[in-house]
């Protein structure tokens, strides 16, 4: 390049420069702001996440102790310290839901069904995954019909339409509604039940069999 091209360059580039060179700026300011906040925020996610591991190994931990020593000790503290912790500071993570989900059987286990009652229903309204939380809503409602509330029991798990716990959620309602006399639409939930559950889970439609023939009719 000669010196009269290379002059002409450098002054195209000022008046180029001159036209949009603070846009320019700025939106390669934005960029990199845009990428700092993405990196920064996966970094925080990460963070968090093993955070929330580590409570997750102390639930563990605990109810692993409290089930070879029987009626827990102070594991029973450490669980319910630890599960608050869980759903105060890491609500929105996958471990939040298998917690709540532990320390409820734990509790459970333990005699403390008022306690195991509160981990499910927080299971049932803030866990992340709906798989996690239908499972809340199932154990919850059993709970329910040990205490004769069945009403609330059904309002709590009705029947879907489809999905992988239709079978469940029906032969749950099925117990519910013969505990309450309901015969007739107990019969209905388990024959529902029959008919969803998978033909390999032949011990749960052996036991919806059993309690469909102990209803007669």
Do not use: C
Not at 111 to 137: P, S
Not at 170 to 197: E, I, M, N, T, V
Request: no cysteine.
């Amino acid at each position: 390049m000669s010196y009269h091209d290379e002059q002409e360059s450098i002054e195209s580039f000022k008046a180029w420069w001159a036209q949009w060179g603070n846009s320019t700026t700025w939106a390669v300011l934005i960029v990199l702001l845009g990428l700092a906040a993405w990196n920064g925020w996966n970094f925080w996610q990460r963070r968090h996440a093993a955070e929330a591991a580590v409570l997750y190994d102390q639930v563990q931990q605990a109810a692993s102790g409290g089930a070879m020593g029987g009626a827990m000790g102070g594991d029973k503290a450490v669980l319910t310290r630890v599960a608050s912790d869980m759903e105060d500071r890491f609500g929105g993570t996958a471990y939040a839901q298998m917690t709540a989900l532990t320390v409820a059987k734990s509790l459970y286990v333990a005699g403390d069904t008022a306690g195991a009652k509160a981990q499910l229903q927080w299971a049932a309204d803030h866990a992340k995954d709906n798989e996690f939380r239908q499972i809340a809503k199932l154990r919850l409602a059993s709970l329910l019909l040990d205490e004769k509330a069945y009403d609330q029991g059904l309002a709590l798990i009705p029947q879907p339409d489809s999905g992988p716990f239709k079978g469940l959620v029906a032969d749950g309602r099925g117990d519910l509604l013969a505990a309450a006399g309901k015969h007739d639409d107990a019969r209905a939930a388990y024959k529902l039940a029959l008919d969803s559950l998978p033909k390999s889970d032949a011990s749960e439609r052996q036991l919806v069999q059993f309690k469909l023939d102990a209803l007669g009719g």
